[in-house]
């Protein structure tokens, strides 16, 4: 696996941590919203321990969220979303700082995830079943023969070395980066990189993930992460998911809507905005707030290239499901038969990541040590 930085240096890790039930989606998008509760319960097996299962709130504050309430259960139960209607009362019992004046709540299984180790998992147990990572390693451009590429050029950025590394399948899984991925091979993918701005308040003010009860929209959802909340988020097609500049009204935006939920947002302090691209689906003369969130797996064998293939779109809560779907995709190139697993295996603790990575630099480090061979330094042997 090759990553141009840091693990989850990404979208993957600025996103808003939540572990979607597919409630935000029932109405407007049901593809998204069932593969959403499909992966939200297969994870709480898979990772119980990097999971905080405080579940949500879908809250109305004004009477179009109210005249909603039923569309929302009837998306719910239509995507097969657990979903209960709680009092006022209740809700506010629940949840002390939410805006006192709502008019209905419904509970559904949201919850929460730190985006950092979520990612470690699922790479300490690849490198626990014998793949390599390689962090902070750019991909330049590709090697092929005729049109199909058979491996790609690489650069470290700690080292300044460059090398060629070969593949039977070459996977692009870069995100927003997918289409600038997949020009270096001559081919194309629909996608649209989509940004929005989120805004992190320098203290937790709920435990449950708050929605406002309608359509996705600007500043709808205040998100818990350890000692802060996440107020989200603006969308808006960009150029570049490399430069994002953010709008100052967009932060603003997330304030004003956001103490619609909470009321005391703007008077807590703000820690940080921020903002990140999604890779979304193009549709043609759809606006960015209405693509659809599911992803889509491209065997680029279609378009003359084979020995490519691009996942993108999603979200972090379907990653299992866009993995098992770009790995069943190469089995069958490779002709290989397998059935997937990882429904059902849990996964090796984000802490046997580093400790890998440790066993394997004390075992290079040993390994120059006894060479006799002179004047060899240690990334050249690694």
């Known amino acids: 696996m090759i990553e141009r930085g840091e693990v989850a240096f990404g979208t993957t890790g600025r996103n808003h941590c939540l572990l979607h039930s597919g409630g935000r989606y029932c109405v407007t998008d049901q593809e998204s919203a069932i593969e959403c509760i499909d992966e939200n319960l297969i994870l709480r097996r898979i990772m119980p321990d990097l999971l905080e299962l405080n579940d949500g709130l879908f809250v109305a504050v004004t009477e179009s969220d109210l005249a909603f309430k039923e569309r929302f259960l009837e998306g719910c139960a239509a995507c097969h979303i657990p979903a209960h209607e709680v009092t006022v009362a209740r809700a506010l019992a629940m949840e002390p700082f939410l805006n006192p004046t709502i008019l209905a709540a419904i509970q559904i299984p949201d919850g929460v995830f730190e985006p950092f180790r979520f990612c470690l998992s699922f790479l300490a147990t690849a490198l626990k079943n014998g793949a390599t990572v390689r962090t902070f390693t750019e991909v330049t451009d590709f090697v092929c023969s005729d049109r199909n590429p058979t491996g790609v050029k690489i650069r470290d950025f700690r080292t300044g070395k460059t090398e060629t ?27 649209v990189p989509t940004a929005g701005v989120m805004v992190a308040l320098d203290c937790r003010l709920n435990n449950m993930v708050l929605n406002r009860l309608n359509k996705p929209s600007d500043g709808d959802i205040v998100v818990p992460q350890r000692a802060t909340s996440v107020i989200g988020t603006t969308s808006w097609k960009v150029e570049d998911p490399d430069l994002i500049t953010i709008p100052p009204e967009h932060v603003e935006r997330m304030i004003s809507q956001g103490e619609k939920l909470i009321p005391t947002v703007r008077r807590v302090p703000m820690r940080a905005k921020m903002a990140v691209a999604r890779p979304l689906i193009a549709m043609t003369g759809t606006d960015a707030r209405e693509l659809s969130r599911t992803f889509e797996c491209f065997d680029h064998a279609r378009d003359g290239v084979n020995g490519f293939v691009t996942i993108t779109g999603g979200k972090t809560t379907t990653a299992r499901a866009m993995a098992e779907r770009v790995s069943d995709i190469v089995c069958q190139k490779l002709n290989h038969k397998a059935e997937c697993r990882t429904r059902e295996v849990p996964l090796t603790s984000y802490r046997f990541f580093f400790e890998r990575q440790n066993v394997l630099k004390r075992r290079a480090l040993a390994q120059l040590q006894t060479s006799d061979r002179p004047n060899i330094g240690f990334e050249e042997r690694t």
């Open 165 to 191: 590394i070969g593949g039977d399948i070459i996977v692009n899984a870069a995100g927003p980066w997918a289409g600038e991925i997949a020009a270096k091979a001559g081919v194309s993918v629909p996608e």
